[in-house]
């Protein structure tokens, strides 16, 4: 069974930069992964931010961008705003057929 | 506007069973690979199952946890895609939301499993 793996909590300041994490405990995560991220506000469904490593929805805000970094995928904003913050997960295809969500990353904007 | 309804969530018993659905619209429904995925309550998001257009093959993939008890359908006639739950164990209780691969939710329907 793949675990995948997620900062439990970090923490920025407004205008700062952040990266966010995900790792597979099946070994580096390759774009054949199809690394997926969404984000999470309190109380509300999901919002999908990034497919296919890189790639952005037309809602994406363009502070947020997706990334392979050192064998994991990886979520960076830029200029981070207080709206920002949220849950977020990745969600990795590694074996192809069944998908994982990491357990989630809770960013504080202080 | 794209959206996504699901509905026919509520309370069943341990060992029983229960169908939820989720009706598109605003997008070519029969074109789009669905999945479900569900949300226990205060917990993280887990990856339920998939399935592929029929131009695809229709094929359905599944978790551990929903292989065996759980089996994904869609019906591109009415825009509907649906998750048949049997053998319900207490740990189903969640929050079931379907997505779509082009990155739309729906807003979730709770599905309850207690005696």
């Known amino acids: 069974q793949t675990v995948v793996t997620q900062e439990p909590s970090l923490t920025v300041s407004p205008g700062g930069t952040v990266t966010l994490t995900c790792a597979s405990s099946t070994g580096a995560v390759t774009s054949g992964c199809s690394p997926n991220w969404f984000q999470q506000k309190l109380g509300q469904a999901p919002r999908a931010l990034i497919y296919s490593t890189n790639k952005k929805h037309s809602w994406t805000p363009a502070r947020f961008s997706g990334s392979l970094l050192g064998g994991k995928a990886a979520l960076t904003l830029s200029g981070v705003q207080p709206e920002d913050e949220a849950e977020y997960y990745c969600?990795?295809?590694?074996?192809?057929?069944?998908?994982?969500f990491g357990g989630g990353t809770k960013l504080t904007v202080l | 506007e794209v959206d996504l309804v699901e509905s026919g969530g509520g309370l069943v018993k341990p060992g029983g069973s229960l169908r939820i659905s989720c009706v598109a619209s605003g997008f070519t429904f029969s074109k789009a690979w669905m999945s479900w995925v569900r949300q226990a309550p205060g917990k993280g998001l887990e990856w339920v199952g998939r399935i592929k257009t029929k131009s695809d093959g229709g094929t359905t993939d599944y978790a551990a946890p929903a292989k065996g008890r759980f089996t994904i359908s869609r019906d591109d006639s009415k825009n509907t895609l649906y998750l048949q739950m049997n053998s319900l164990k207490t740990e189903d209780t969640a929050v079931y939301y379907c997505i779509t691969t082009l990155g739309y939710w729906g807003q979730g329907t709770l599905v309850t499993v207690s005696s």
């Open positions: 969600l990795l295809y590694c074996g192809g057929t069944q998908g994982v």
